[in-house]
Structures are given as C-alpha cells and as structure tokens.
C-alpha cells in the first residue's frame, strides 16, 4: 500500500512562492504517474499538475500555467510543486495523488492520495 505525504504549504503573501512536496512511501510500480489537485472551500477537487513516470510529460491546468513546476525525483520517491507568483485564488487544500494507468488528469481515476496540505495566500 502506497502512502503520500504532502508537505511544505503554508501561508504566504500574493506574488510569492511556495514549494510542496509529496513523498511516497511503498511505491513498487516503476511507472507510476503522480499529479497535484486542490480544493477550495464549497468546491469540486480540481486537477493543478501531473507527470508521468519518468518526468518526461507534464500537464498543467490553465490556471496555473507557466506559474506552477512540477517535478519528481524517483530515487527519492518524491514530487515537487514549485508555486511562483501566487494569488489568493490558488488558495486551497493540495493533495498529491498517484495513478498506474492510462493518462489522465481526473481525480477518480488516481487511486492513491495523501492527506493535503493547506496552502493560503493573503491579498
């Protein structure tokens, strides 16, 4: 059993910048697919990144295009998100999750999740 753990939110004021951080404990597939989702209050989980297994792929959500970096370290077993320029918008809880699958960028189809960390940016 796969176990994710986020780390590194915070509270931080509009146009700064962030770096989260997810480890994932017990990951025994080589080609796992890993992505960042978050949820603000009253709304849906809403994908934010992804990366495929080796780093070559990337998706972004619109939003935090050219903003936001993902990353992975497989001989860590982590994955980063980088946040620059943030806005109060971006606030919100974050999750990283984990897919072995096709590509996607649906939460229901990412069957390993952490607990999140909350992230807030002030205006």
């Known amino acids: 059993q796969v176990q994710l753990v986020e780390s590194g939110g915070g509270l931080v004021q509009a146009g700064?910048?962030?770096?989260?951080s997810c480890s994932a404990n017990g990951l025994t597939s080589s080609y796992a697919a890993m992505g960042w989702f978050r949820q603000a209050p009253g709304k849906e989980r809403e994908f934010?990144?992804?990366?495929?297994?080796?780093?070559?792929?990337?998706?972004?959500?619109d939003s935090v295009k050219d903003r936001f970096t993902i990353s992975r370290d497989n001989a860590k077993n982590a994955m980063y998100l980088q946040?620059?320029?943030?806005k109060p918008e971006d606030t919100a809880v974050y999750y990283c999750a984990l897919r072995?699958?096709?590509r996607s960028n649906t939460p229901g189809d990412y069957p390993a999740w952490g607990q999140g960390t909350q992230?807030?940016?002030s205006s």
Not at 16 to 20: A, D, E, I, Q, T
Not at 83 to 86: A, G, K, V
């Open 119 to 121: 992230v807030t940016v």
């Open 16 to 20: 700064g910048s962030l770096r989260l």
């Open 48 to 61: 934010v990144a992804s990366i495929n297994w080796n780093g070559v792929t990337t998706d972004y959500a």
């Open 100 to 102: 072995v699958g096709p």
């Open 83 to 86: 946040m620059n320029r943030l």
